[in-house]
């Protein structure tokens, strides 16, 4: 599919001044292109009209990495220096990134005391206000032990202790009444 010449014709427009980047592979079919193009007379005619009409135009190619000998690849100083400084780069962003954090998350921690106070000063406030101001001892002990016996000694027949029944509600509403008097 791949394998015939192709005769559509490509135009590149670069309206800014930046460099385009040919692979190697893409230059060479672009040579092939123009010596095709053109008549051929000979050798010399092919290489000059090659040479001349890739001259004309500026060529920048990107090179892939290299190979040494040894088998792995290595890479050309401007791509070390390249790297060292994206590296560079981004180590002072994640330093300055850290920074950041470091500084919110003792922003949270100052914001989370101070809440934290505020919250256990007014569970104190309230505590003393409604819990602590209100304990009493147990009231009407004499008429609630009555009650507890008169139900223990008639335990089939409860009904003979609504006398000592109602003796006991009726100590519970007058000292009920004491405390909302002495409220007021």
Do not use: W
Request: net charge neutral; aromatic share 4%; hydrophobic share 25%.
């Amino acid at each position: 599919m791949g394998s015939g010449n192709s005769t559509r014709r490509v135009t590149i427009v670069n309206e800014s001044d930046s460099v385009l980047k040919l692979s190697d592979s893409v230059v060479e079919r672009l040579r092939e292109g123009v010596e095709k193009d053109r008549p051929v007379s000979g050798q010399q005619t092919r290489q000059s009209t090659s040479s001349s009409s890739i001259q004309d135009e500026p060529q920048y190619v990107s090179q892939p990495p290299q190979h040494h000998p040894g088998g792995g690849s290595y890479f050309t100083m401007d791509t070390l220096r390249l790297r060292q400084h994206h590296q560079e780069e981004i180590d002072s962003l994640q330093r300055h990134y850290q920074a950041k954090t470091e500084l919110l998350e003792k922003h949270n921690r100052s914001l989370f005391d101070a809440s934290k106070s505020k919250l256990e000063n007014k569970l104190n406030q309230v505590e003393e206000k409604y819990i602590s101001s209100h304990r009493h001892e147990p009231v009407c002990v004499e008429a609630s032990r009555n009650v507890e016996f008169c139900f223990n000694d008639n335990q089939k027949m409860p009904l003979k202790c609504s006398k000592v029944a109602k003796d006991f509600i009726n100590c519970v509403d007058s000292i009920r009444r004491q405390v909302i008097n002495e409220a007021a």
